[in-house]
């Protein structure tokens, strides 16, 4: 066969067909089905059109180099695919859910039942660590338990699209599951903890004084065309955003895929180093990173032998607390609120790799 | 004579909202007054819960973003006369 695509270059592999000049999309069906039809034939041409590749270039197929390559070539587009595909329909499912709309269904409920809602909601609701402090507040004002913000806080930029996308593409459905479900247990687990602390009175005093506000959500007007939009949209940004490090991330993964790996690391972050785990938090939080950033340490530490529990921990500390996100909540939140809101993220981030280690 | 805010804590995004609104008022010719409000305390007076927020003339027109430009040309609409 011959290769019917460009080598693919990272934006060319994406689905999205350009942007139409006029204001909204002209036809929304009939343009969502030929976008899936159009990811679905590129997608199933990824293996032929990567083999096709390594043949035409002078290297052994079967040499370390050939599977290197050929692992290379099939695996950023198909990473880069997925990868576009899930942000394009998340960015339309987050349109249905604006902050605004998750504090509407979360205020006035009881703790419990709503830290999972929170949690849940964190993962389809758009959230930026740059707002995490209007959100906050957003959500203190309209009667939402302390708690249950902290659930939605956490899970929010834990347990996101392009982190789940990225684990899925390249290790796996069932790390990607793990990854999410695991995230959520923190996230609703820490905010339940954190609710129960009744901490009220350690946030700043300008956040209690300011007046509680009647929750009212405006008409959602948007139609499919525009949430289409709100799709293309938030490809550009993410997906522009992300790719360099996913490129990284799976060449570090095709050097290591084409020769063969060393245990070098298993003995430092192997299941058998109890003080691993800890190490891995206590290094991932001053890293500061999207989900996307940490994919290539991730990748390599896996597989120089490192026990999956200990890289999750990491991916997980790295991505969940951060300075630059605790020195913007230091402006809402007293000292000792933020110091208990690390420990327990922290612990239950701990918590995670021990089992994951004992288990797997 | 409009009053625009922009409101955020000085992220990216935020800039770049700022640049966007005032490139459209000058291609429109409108005259703008454009004030950055940073401090976090004010911007949660206005009641938004994503940064960064437009204002115009006293009304919140927008949360979370950079507004498309499509967006925020209709905000200079129809004040031209």
């Known amino acids: 066969m011959t290769a019917v695509l460009p080598p693919p270059s990272p934006m060319a592999a994406g689905a999205i067909p350009p942007a139409p000049a006029k204001p909204a999309v002209a036809r929304p069906k009939t343009f969502l089905a030929l976008a899936a039809i159009v990811w679905a034939l590129l997608y199933s041409v990824l293996i032929p059109v990567s083999e096709a590749i390594v043949a035409a270039l002078p290297v052994d197929r079967a040499s370390h180099l050939g599977g290197a390559l050929q692992f290379f070539f099939y695996d950023t587009p198909k990473v880069l695919m997925l990868l576009t595909g899930v942000v394009f329909v998340m960015g339309m499912v987050n349109s249905y859910f604006t902050p605004e709309r998750t504090r509407a269904m979360l205020a006035g409920r009881r703790e419990g039942v709503a830290n999972l809602m929170a949690a849940s909601l964190g993962v389809v609701t758009p959230f930026c660590s740059c707002s995490a402090v209007p959100l906050f507040i957003g959500f203190v004002q309209a009667g939402v338990p302390l708690g249950v913000t902290f659930s939605f806080l956490i899970s929010a930029p834990m347990v996101n699209e392009v982190a789940l996308t990225l684990l899925f593409g390249l290790f796996g459905w069932r790390i990607a599951l793990l990854y999410m479900g695991l995230g959520l247990a923190v996230a609703i687990v820490a905010g339940w903890v954190i609710g129960h602390l009744k901490m009220e009175d350690s946030l700043e005093d300008w956040v209690s004084r300011m007046p509680k506000v009647e929750v009212r959500v405006g008409e959602d007007t948007l139609t499919l065309s525009e949430r289409i939009e709100a799709g293309q949209a938030s490809v550009r940004e993410i997906v522009g955003k992300v790719w360099p490090y996913v490129l990284v991330g799976i060449a570090v993964g095709a050097a290591i895929h084409g020769y063969v790996p060393q245990a070098f690391m298993a003995s430092i972050m192997g299941r058998d180093a109890w003080w691993s785990v800890p190490l891995a938090v206590i290094v991932g939080v001053p890293m500061y990173s999207n989900a996307a950033g940490v994919i290539p340490i991730v990748q390599a530490l896996l597989a120089k032998g490192a026990a999956l529990g200990t890289v999750l921990a990491f991916m997980m500390s790295v991505i969940a607390l951060s300075l630059p996100e605790l020195v913007i909540l230091r402006k809402v939140l007293k000292p000792r609120l933020i110091a208990t809101f690390v420990a327990v993220v922290a612990s239950g981030i701990l918590l995670v790799g021990y089992v994951f280690n004992a288990v797997l | ?81």
Request: with cysteine; glycine share 12%; net charge neutral.
């Open chain 2, 1 to 81: 004579m409009k009053n625009v805010k922009v409101l955020g804590v000085g992220c990216a995004n935020c800039k770049n909202t700022v640049k966007l609104l005032e490139t459209i008022a000058h291609e429109k010719g409108i005259e703008i007054q454009m004030e950055k409000v940073e401090d976090m305390e004010k911007i949660m007076s206005y009641g938004i819960m994503s940064t960064p927020g437009v204002v115009i003339d006293g009304q919140v027109v927008h949360a979370g973003g950079v507004p498309s430009r499509q967006k925020a040309e209709a905000w200079f609409q129809g004040t031209a006369a």
